[in-house]
């Protein structure tokens, strides 16, 4: 295994890891979300546009910010603006549209700890972080799967590139025997 293949393996790894590591905060996000689901606390807050980028393409979803009062105390929370299907530049638009005529959102928090709140409910916010973390293992597997294949694969390629020489005899004689025997 030549060393640039060796250290892409390892990038390979870590981002396998990674991918793991996402997937296990997304099942822990989404148990939190269903376990609150028929406690949430609903309230409403106010929503403001976040500017992410300049540029638009397919993953450049609007971001909303908001504030609400719990109790007397200020929270913030932030997420993919609501009713935000259509990506297309005329969907964008309208949703920008619809937030800046009404800048209000219902908010659903929990009650214990409103710093843990959602523009979603939270029985779909766990559905949909379940689907997250099914996707984020799964890129985790196929990048651990290719990692083995791919070190196997130039493993293989290393050693038959190797070559080996066969005597008169036909005898088979591998590189390193090579260098022994021209020793002795």
């Known amino acids: 295994m030549s060393a640039r ?26 148990r939190r979300a269903s376990a609150l689901a028929h406690n949430e606390g609903i309230t409403t807050g106010q929503v403001w546009v976040h500017d992410q980028s300049k540029k638009s393409d397919a993953f450049d979803f609007l971001r909303c910010d908001y504030a609400f009062w719990v109790n007397g105390s200020h929270y913030r929370g932030h997420a993919i603006c609501p009713r935000q299907t259509d990506h297309s530049v005329t969907g964008t638009l309208e949703n920008l549209a619809g937030i800046l005529q009404n800048p209000s959102v219902t908010v659903y928090y929990d009650p214990a700890d409103p710093t843990f709140n959602s523009m979603t409910e939270f029985g779909v916010k766990s559905v949909y972080d379940y689907r997250k973390a099914k996707i984020s ?12 294949v791919g070190a196997s694969y130039f493993a293989s390629a290393n050693k ?10 036909g005898t088979v004689i591998y590189p390193d025997q090579i260098d022994s025997k021209q020793q002795k």
């Open 5 to 30: 293949s060796g250290s892409l393996g390892s990038y390979f790894i870590l981002l396998s890891v990674f991918a793991f590591a996402y997937g296990g905060l997304c099942i822990y996000t989404a």
């Open 160 to 169: 038959a590139s190797q070559g080996i020489v066969v005597d008169f005899k």
């Open 137 to 148: 293992f799964l890129a985790g597997l196929a990048l651990l799967i290719f990692t083995v």
